[in-house]
């Protein structure tokens, strides 16, 4: 079982900066696949971004493609997003999910533990 808890989300201009955290629990987090979805209000839940247990391959979405990194320290326990010139489109509750093992990581099927979400919002 992993409890994964989110933060750092807020309130910024467009073309700032946030920085993401997620903190987890559990002694097997660093063989999981780690990722960041995002849902608008009335919109689905969508693909952020992703990075494999050895940091080797990350995956993003090409809207936050050169704008958004993610990072992970398996020492911590932890996996964060570094988000760069936000757009008021990125405006979403930003949720930090587990894929136990690692098959398809952009999909949001595939993870089996869940955050209770970090609230973005990008004024324009």
């Known amino acids: 079982q992993v409890q994964l808890v989110e933060s750092g989300g807020g309130l910024v201009q467009a073309g700032g900066s946030l920085r993401l955290s997620c903190a987890a629990s559990?002694?097997?987090?660093?063989?999981?696949?780690m990722g960041w979805f995002r849902q608008a209000p009335g919109k689905e839940r969508e693909f952020v971004a992703a990075?494999?247990?050895?940091?080797?391959?990350?995956y993003y979405a090409d809207s936050v493609n050169g704008r958004f990194t993610i990072s992970r320290a398996n020492a911590k326990n932890a996996v964060y997003l570094q988000m760069n010139s936000l757009k008021p489109e990125d405006t979403a509750m930003y949720y930090c999910?587990?894929?136990?093992?690692?098959?398809?990581?952009?999909?949001?099927?595939?993870?089996?533990?869940w955050g209770q979400g970090t609230q973005v919002t990008v004024s324009s």
């Open positions: 990075i494999s247990w050895n940091i080797v391959s990350t």
């Open positions: 999910a587990a894929n136990e093992d690692g098959s398809r990581p952009t999909e949001s099927q595939a993870y089996n533990y």
């Open positions: 559990g002694r097997t987090f660093s063989t999981y696949v």
